[in-house]
């Protein structure tokens, strides 16, 4: 097990902070991506998901029941991997503690994070049919019904057509929910914690697992060791819950101030 702290002070590169703490969020949500293999809704979500993330792929472990994790460049990813602890000390100074069982990896990670390349995700592609999405979609559920066998063909090619439309968008909706969560512990670290409970800073901050359950994305995240558990789902209604929050509820801070930013 390689361990080791990192300091890093913008405090005098304040316009560089939020750039430097949305790619390592970035990267700690790579890195906890899972889902369970026997759920086959779950696996397609995941592989969509990671279909638009550039230089990310699946792989298979086994625990109790077979897993599917990232490899992201050239690391793969299981829950022991890597365990990265956030904690801004005071504004626009942030330590963080890596854990890993691969030895080269928290240089990997410093360099990833450090330097001025990015984390392209929400890149658009997906496994088929990708000259056919566009940014705003519209689908007609309706289909008429036809005898002719190569208007029925037509008809069924279609709907797979249109099936994978909304699944697309459906993966850019929790791209979108996910830069909303991201944007939101940003903020709640710039906040002064003189008199205000929300602010994270001087707290711990640890993602624990991302998990993808169905269509929705499960992040759990522990605030000073207390969990909280956010739950991402691709709908114009409710698109964002907690499932477990502390005393503070900050649980229902980061939600509320997500659903506040929403635009859709």
Do not use: C, G, S
């Given at each position: 097990m390689t361990i080791e702290e990192i300091r890093y002070d913008f405090t005098e590169y304040a316009e560089h902070f939020r750039n430097f703490f949305s790619k390592t969020l970035r990267l700690i949500i790579i890195s906890k991506l899972n889902c369970q293999e026997t759920n086959k809704t779950s696996v397609k979500y995941l592989k969509e998901i990671v279909n638009n993330i550039q230089g990310c792929k699946t792989h298979r472990v086994k625990y109790g029941k077979p897993m599917i994790f990232t490899k992201f460049l050239h690391y793969e990813f299981t829950?022991?991997?890597?365990?990265?602890?956030?904690?801004?000390?005071?504004?626009y100074i942030v330590d963080i503690l890596l854990e890993s069982i691969i030895p080269d990896f928290v240089r990997f990670f410093d360099e990833l994070s450090s330097d001025t390349k990015t984390i392209k995700w929400n890149t658009g592609n997906s496994t088929h049919n990708n000259n056919k999405l566009q940014e705003n979609i519209t689908v007609n559920h309706e289909i008429s019904s036809t005898t002719d066998s190569t208007g029925k063909e037509q008809k069924e090619s279609e709907l797979g057509?249109?099936?994978?439309?909304?699944?697309?968008s459906e993966i850019k909706t929790i791209f979108y929910l996910l830069e909303l969560f991201i944007e939101t512990l940003y903020y709640l670290t710039t906040i002064s914690p003189n008199g205000n409970k929300d602010s994270l800073i001087g707290k711990t901050i640890v993602i624990k697992d991302v998990s993808v359950i169905r269509k929705n994305i499960n992040i759990e995240i522990l605030i000073d060791e207390k969990m909280v558990i956010i739950n991402l789902a691709p709908k114009k209604n409710n698109p964002v819950s907690v499932v477990l929050d502390t005393e503070d509820m900050i649980g229902n801070t980061?939600?509320?101030i997500i659903l506040q930013n929403k635009n859709f």
């Open positions: 829950y022991q991997t890597i365990k990265v602890t956030i904690k801004i000390t005071d504004k057509d249109k099936e994978e439309l909304i699944i697309q980061i939600k509320q």
